[in-house]
Nanobody, 116 residues
Framework: QVRLVESGGGLVQAGGSLRLSCVAS????????MAWFRQTPGKEREFVSR????????GYSDSVKGRFTISRDNAKNTVYLQMNSLKPDDTAVYYC?????????WGRGTQVTVSS
């Protein structure tokens, strides 16, 4: 069974930075493109960033492009999201999952709160 555990969230002032981590277990990690998503209360979960299995190809939503950087360490079964120049609109629970229509069971996510 695949398990995803996100961490690294917290409270930060606007303009600050955070680095999120997601450790995956129960899968051949390098075989899966992974992605970060986020969700705020009352809204649907939205895509933030994706990365290929090798880590060589990445993509971002327009709202985070130029501020966030996704990376992965396949030896550690971990995908990261470096978030810089944070804005209050980035406040959300952040989740990782595979970048595909059929996804793994979602983890608990990690809360990111950006104060103005």
């Amino acid at each position: 069974q695949v398990r995803l555990v996100e961490s690294g969230g917290g409270l930060v002032q606007a303009g600050g930075s955070l680095r999120l981590s997601c450790v995956a277990s129960g899968l051949t990690f390098r075989s899966y493109a992974m992605a970060w998503f986020r969700q705020t209360p009352g809204k649907e979960r939205e895509f933030v960033s994706r990365i290929s299995g090798s880590g060589g190809i990445s993509g971002y939503s327009d709202s985070v492009k130029g501020r966030f950087t996704i990376s992965r360490d396949n030896a550690k079964n971990t995908v990261y999201l470096q978030m810089n120049s944070l804005k209050p609109d980035d406040t959300a629970v952040y989740y990782c999952n595979r970048n595909a229509k059929i996804q793994f069971t979602w983890g608990r996510g990690t809360q990111v709160t950006v104060s103005s």
